[in-house]
């Protein structure tokens, strides 16, 4: 059944490439999904599958019955884009001002439908259900796995397998691991009420823009000296915005930026310290501070015998050349959600060209795949159902 799988999923390419780059063309962005969750639902519709549609707020969720009964399959693929001007120049560029797929969810989209179509056509060979799961919003926080668990969408579900699209991995190769494989995303700010004052009298002010950028420094200390080596962690800031005119010195200072961590012992460490260490400077100045910090997606922590069964799986499937044990990244992905729920697994499927002078990096403006990697995502997945139905 594996090589009817796969023949039937490379007849059917050109078809995901086609969705994948109308999908492309027509982004939406997070929590403003509204032509995209139709035309996923439209498309099982079609097949016959039963729809649940406004699954949590916009995710659609489709079931296949299998012949026979067995274990239920969760499949999930997100599709919600990111407010970034598409730069490439080529023809399935965005269509939509200031928004673009630069993270690949249209390509999980697309070979999700097409893996939906081939595994209806060999339903009656199926001892099982398979659920597909079209999830919006997993670009931006508080995102959209939540609410679609809360609305149902893994009940009576076994198991669940989803991957990500990566373009900076070589097109046939799949990195996997178990236990953590992605951090937990948080989010904070810092808001510093200090006293302005004239350029060319600093002794009548204080100074903002100097004790935020001392904060800066201090609080990359405490990755340096207060976490465990052994353990991973990162304090970014990625905005500071004191605006002024250039004589001026500013009496408000504000700084934004991301927390990433694999331990829920470490992040709560992290913010306990950050906490203190802002107080302290700010108070050593004699100016006040509002310290905001948001806990984003927990980390996505994979389940070792699933994990281990996609290493088994991928290293059997065609096209596939190489199965990594990877370390974890410190992006985010609220694929965790559905892991502390239901027992599963999260891995990476290779999306670069091997041809192309420039890899460009997720959220970038030049960002691509590789689309033949669509089709290496939805064998390894569609395997992965087959063996849940086999080991039943």
Sequence with gaps: MNNKLHE??????????????????????????????????????????????????RGVVAKLHGAKPGPTVALRADFDALP??????????????????ACGHDGHTSLLLV????????????????VFIHQFAE???????KPMIEDGCLDGVDVIYGTHLWATIPLGQIEYTEGPIMAAADHFTVTVQGKGGHGAQP?????????????????????????????????????FDAVNAYNVIADTARLEGTV?????DIQQQIQKDMNEVIQGVV???????????????????????????????????????????????????????????VKGAFFFTGAENPSWETTYPHHHPHFDIDERSMLHGANLLGNLVLKTFENA
Excluded at 94 to 99: A, I, R, T
Excluded at 139 to 145: I, L, Q, S, T, V
Excluded at 292 to 300: M, Q
Aim: overall charge negative.
């Design 8 to 57: 039937k999923l490379a007849s059917y390419f050109d078809e995901m490439v086609q969705i994948r780059r109308y999908l492309h063309q027509h982004p939406e962005l997070s929590f403003e999904e509204v032509e995209t969750p139709k035309y996923i639902a439209t498309y099982h519709k079609e097949l016959g599958h039963e729809v649940r549609e406004n699954v949590g707020g």
């Design 84 to 101: 970034i001007q598409d730069e490439k120049d080529v023809p399935y560029k965005s269509l939509v001002p200031g928004v673009m797929h």
């Design 115 to 130: 893996l939906a179509k081939v595994l209806n056509e060999i339903k009656e060979e199926l001892s099982g259900t398979v």
């Design 139 to 145: 670009e931006h926080a508080p995102g959209g796995a």
């Design 203 to 239: 002794h009548h002010t204080k100074d903002s823009i100097l004790i935020g950028s001392q904060i800066v420094q201090s609080l990359q200390h405490i990755v340096s000296r207060r976490v465990d080596p052994m353990d991973s962690a990162v304090i970014s800031i990625g905005a």
């Design 260 to 264: 990433r961590t694999f331990s829920q």
């Design 283 to 341: 108070a050593s100045y004699g100016a006040t501070v509002k310290f905001d910090y948001s806990y984003g997606y927990p980390a996505v922590i994979n389940h070792k015998e699933q994990a281990q069964i996609v290493q088994q799986v991928a290293s059997q499937t065609p096209e596939i050349t190489e199965v990594v044990h990877s370390r974890p990244q410190m992006g985010g992905e609220d694929f965790s959600y559905y892991l502390q729920n």
